[in-house]
Nanobody
Framework: VQLVESGGGLVQAGGSLMLSCAASGSVFSGNTLSWYRQAPGKQRELVAI???????TYAVSVKGRFTISRDNAKNTVYLQMNSLKPEDTAVYYC???????????????WGKGTLVTVSS
């Protein structure tokens, strides 16, 4: 499985961006997809998760501003980011969790990331 993010860039505070993550392989539709981000000098943190059924969960810091969605026909997951703040500046990573028969058999796939910079 390969994941390729796109859509990052420079935006002013209050602006919007939509990130996309296209996946190769045949495991997309049956698995959980997530967006993470890592700001300079900080640990990677979870931003949003969308289950195989489309149920979404968000970090408190982005709830109400970001929306995660998926298009299984296109093997693509999206992150719509509105009302962006300077503290949203980070490299955003796409993650696919391929669940095995037990958690110890789970496999995580990661993209290389796309940089989002929000200026004040």
């Amino acid at each position: 499985v390969q994941l390729v993010e796109s859509g990052g860039g420079l935006v002013q505070a209050g602006g919007s961006l939509m990130l996309s993550c296209a996946a190769s392989g045949s495991v997309f539709s049956g698995n959980t997809l997530s967006w993470y981000r890592q700001a300079p000098g900080k640990q990677r943190e979870l931003v949003a998760i969308i289950s195989r059924t489309g149920s979404a969960t968000y970090a408190v810091s982005v709830k109400g501003r970001f929306t995660i969605s998926r298009d299984n026909a296109k093997n693509t997951v999206y992150l719509q980011m509105n009302s962006l703040k300077p503290e949203d500046t980070a490299v955003y990573y796409c993650n696919l969790l391929e669940e095995g028969p037990t958690p110890s058999h789970d496999i995580d796939y990661w993209g290389k990331g796309t940089l989002v910079t929000v200026s004040s």
